[in-house]
């Protein structure tokens, strides 16, 4: 497996949670896993116990297609299907191994995802409650700050890389394969923000059913197993596919840095808006869940940008300065700040170097690994014929514009120059004193 492996069986009686809590938030830079440190009584159930506790709920299940596509099956060219827990149990086990070789083209995957529980599972308190992330260090957060994502063989999420924070993902039934690349790749990474989703900037790549002519490097990829905890760090993409019958648990864990990307990603969103507005198929431009997004005012848009500035002069008020004429090529660097989610006794209160015998490092895919392993994925799908799932297409011209002045590295220089003048302008009142 080339992941950093902590085995936790070994190490939950010798090792603190804070100690955990300081390691993801300031030791791990790279992917990891943590093994056998859960004992949350869910990691039991068979989808049958699920089926039965989730009872005659109705859930909306995200419905794509098991063949080649032209494109990444975004969440506006799926259809939804809805059905109750028990009833896509009978429908899974009917069909063991429906993305087989053996696939008719009418064979779908389906995905109950990024579901709150505390919204879902609100009837389910034994579900909510068993969901703690203690044993990792963050005892604060339970299943009220959790998502759960359930769905069949083939069920998956295109790749993508998360503004906001760091990820914590627990497998607790079936597998669940990973595909993950640094930050430091993301122009191969081809990113748009069409489909545009606040918080998730997305790749052009399909890797349900790859066509990749370019040689991708940095490649991670794990299969999570139940029980497994994985940590996915701040801005690293991620590609998510169930095989077979599948759920999992995730939370994000708030980091400081998390300021400044919703300032960033309160311009995006200013910018969208204006070019919804006139624009004849916004339903092109944006993920089904901003739609409203289309008839946000101008002066919303506005208002929530100087509510960001806000908060970062109130977090990071030394951190104001004049931005350069040139950028730096300099990676990012990501300051995870513990201060604001415990006190000083989360401080490092083991010695990480005693314990270098127990983690392996992580190993990174070579180039032609990565590339085998596409073509494998490939061949699942035996026909020839790729299947268009979008009769209309946002016109290039429109999609390169959008994507240019939503570059990271431009929002970023908007946002220097906006948070300088704002400071520069009064920098001992703040907005709402100004106002």
């Given at each position: ?29 790279e ?28 859930m ?9 596509t ?7 060219t ?42 879902w ?106 029980g497994?905890?994985l ?41 969208m ?8 198929q916004?339903d ?50 990501v ?27 992580i ?73």
């Amino acid at each position: 497996m080339n992941i950093c492996m902590f085995r936790m069986s070994e190490l939950s009686s010798k090792i603190p949670p804070q100690f955990l809590r300081n390691m993801i938030l300031h030791e791990l830079k790279e992917p990891a896993v943590f093994s056998g440190l859960l004992e949350w009584s869910i990691l039991s159930w068979s989808l049958k116990d699920w089926g039965e506790k989730l009872g005659n709920k109705i859930m909306p299940f995200r419905s794509g297609v098991r063949k080649s596509t032209s494109t990444p099956q975004w969440e506006r060219t799926c259809s939804t299907t809805h059905l109750t827990m028990q009833q896509f149990v009978e429908l899974v086990e009917s069909n063991a191994h429906p993305c087989s070789s053996t696939e008719t083209e009418d064979e779908k995957w389906l995905y109950f995802d990024y579901k709150y529980m505390h919204e879902w599972f609100i009837d389910n308190p034994q579900i909510l409650q068993t969901v703690n992330w203690a044993p990792l260090g963050f005892p604060e957060t339970t299943g009220l700050q959790s998502s759960v994502w359930i769905g069949s063989d083939g069920a998956h999420t295109p790749c993508h890389m998360d503004s906001y924070g760091c990820n914590l993902v627990a497998q607790i039934y079936g597998t669940k394969q990973w595909i993950l690349f640094p930050p430091d790749k993301s122009e191969q990474m081809l990113p748009t923000r069409i489909p545009y989703e606040e918080s998730s900037v997305y790749s052009k790549h399909n890797f349900f059913c790859p066509r990749i002519k370019t040689e991708l490097e940095g490649a991670r990829v794990v299969m999570l197993k139940p029980g497994d905890v994985l940590f996915v760090p701040h801005h690293w993409w991620h590609y998510v596919e169930n095989i077979g019958t599948a759920i999992s648990i995730n939370t994000w864990i708030p980091l400081i840095s998390d300021d400044s990307a919703r300032l960033e990603e309160s311009l995006v969103k200013l910018f969208m808006s204006q070019v919804c507005k006139d624009h004849p198929q916004p339903d092109l431009i944006l993920n089904p869940n901003e739609d409203d997004v289309a008839t946000w005012p101008l002066i919303a848009s506005v208002k929530l940008v100087q509510t960001c500035v806000e908060k970062c002069k109130e977090r990071n008020p030394s951190n104001v300065k004049k931005p350069e004429a040139e950028v730096a090529n300099i990676p990012e660097k990501v300051i995870m700040d513990m201060g604001e989610h415990s006190g000083s006794s989360d401080k490092t209160i083991v010695d990480v170097t005693k314990y270098k015998d127990i983690i392996t490092p992580i190993r990174q895919w070579t180039v032609l690994k990565f590339r085998k392993f596409l073509l494998k994925k490939r061949k699942r799908f035996k026909t020839k014929k790729i299947k268009r799932i979008s009769k209309s297409h946002l016109d290039t011209a429109t999609e390169r514009l959008i994507n240019a002045f939503c570059h990271p590295d431009v929002i970023s220089k908007v946002k220097d120059i906006l948070y300088y003048e704002y400071q520069r302008s009064n920098p001992d009142v703040s907005l709402n004193q100004k106002r």
